[in-house]
């Protein structure tokens, strides 16, 4: 009896702080903690410790490339990208709420979508801004240098197989997606939309397994959409909410941000988002991530050199490199990996010829013969910067 | 948003109100109730450790807000040496910081602005959409805001010392401007390496600038014209 007595204060005790914490965080009385109840900065998040901090919170976390070296990307060494805060998600209050134009609401538990058919898919997932920080001139927003990209194996179900049991009443053209972190202040939510055919196509899945265990908090836990060779914004993080609709839903996220110029611009040009068009499928892009730049070599040593390309949607056919800045181009070999929404590995064996400081360069082609640009097109969010790669190494 | 002394007092009303559920629970209906999930000791505890906290964290509050106005008047009197100064989080100490701190750094830290350069139209664009969000700024501190975010943070990287670069601004149009136009500096993006060899030579070549005047100088060619 004393124990249940303990218990049931514990309890009250545990969820009136949680409470407090919540109320405080309303009233902004972060302002009235002293110094050493507030994040320390330069500190590295726990099971991220050797990933670049550009933001503690929200939480960013960028890999440095060089890291990068396997076909799927370790957890530990996934980038993080949120808008907001990361919210603590239990999974005995979570469930998906699947709502709108659909013939019969449903509210999900984990192990209801897990009587559902699984589907696993190897997704390679970039921040649309991956590469920002090198737009010049310089555009607002996390200054994410090459490493906001890694692929991983997602499990789950597939959505449509979900919209299905719902039943989608006719004219509908996207399914919203809300996950559960929530904004402060005015700070708009974190809400996406996927346009049907995407949304239908048995490759979207709703996952909760990334690479055999469940998602890590800041992935997604403990449901996350997985929208394959899309941007990454697209696959929307601890989801709690679909809905089916008729329109484009109306928020930041969706007519503001992740959006793309219709026409190139001149560096510099603000427009208005109506001249912008919702960023879709990822661009050809490749990254050299072997070796570190600015890494020291000896003459006549080999050097393996590799790195990674992904075209979205699109397939890789061919990566080729350079060592004499651009000049000429040779084939790289590309890895045995090969899933349609990956990446595909390459690698190219070197010999520095003499010493001095070399520039090794990466330019990937897909199956639609779209190929890496030498420019950017400058865009006033930065988004898919995928200028041909390089690396300077030098031999002695 | 309220006040510090607002939410003082909304705290201040939910504490009486749990002193008031401890004595006041066999009395009134709606409070036994509401106290009825939670033992007499829970109460108790909950309404001494709420009192306590408010005052340990007011106490605390106090002494900081007093450091800094020690810290602030130090500063208006031995301007050049406390504004060469920067905390850890990456802002420089110089007018405006108290906008950043009491502001921004509510809702997230300074490593989200410190990676960032803009120009001032850039930062007014960035201070609006977080208006929109939430944050609230008088007229007067949201120009503060953007002198500050594009003198520190601006297009081209702002050296860590202010002062060092204010001195050097002076010695640039006193000095560099004699013999030839801002123009000619502004197209190039050095290196503090690139810009001291470029002083060097300057001087090898007649520029009367001094040993002392060398460092400040190129702090605020880094600073202005450095490479992003």
Redesign the interface.
Known sequence: MSTR?QD??GV??RS?LTGALKLGAT?????????FAL?V??ETIPGKEKLL??????TDLETPVELLNSFITPIDLFYVRSHLYTPEVELEDWSLSVGGMVGTPLSLKLDDLKKLPRKTVTVTLECAGNGR?FF????????WGKGAVGTARWTGVSLADVLKKAGLKSGVKYITANGADR??????DMVRNVPLEKALHPDTVLAWEMNGQPIPALHGFPLRLIVPGWEAAYSVKWLIDLQAADAEYDGFFVKTAYRFPKKPVAPGT?LDPKDTAPLLGLVVKSIITTPKHGLKVKVGEKVMVSGFAWAGESDIVKVDVSTDRGSTWRPARLGKEHERYAWRQFFYEWTAPESGSHTILSRATDDKGRTQPVTAQWNQSGYLWNVIDQVRINAE | MLNNQEVLGVLGVLGVLGVLGVRKRRENKMIQSFFRRFNRKTVKFLAISFVLGMVFCFSLKTTAFSQNSILNSQDSQDSQDSQDSQDTSGLPNSDGVEVVRDKCVVCHEADLIVQQRLDRAGWKREIGKMVRWGTKLTDAETEKLADYLALHFGKTKAGASVGLAAKGEAVFLEKCLTCHEADLTEQQQLSKAGWEREVGKMVRWGAQVSEEEKPALVEFLTGKYGVR
């Open positions: 007595k049931s204060a009250s005790r009136f009233f902004g009385i972060s302002q009235f903690l002293p110094e994040p900065l330069g901090v550009r933001s503690v919170r929200p920080a010049d001139p310089p555009v607002a927003g996390i200054q904004p402060m202040g005015k700070v708009p603000i």
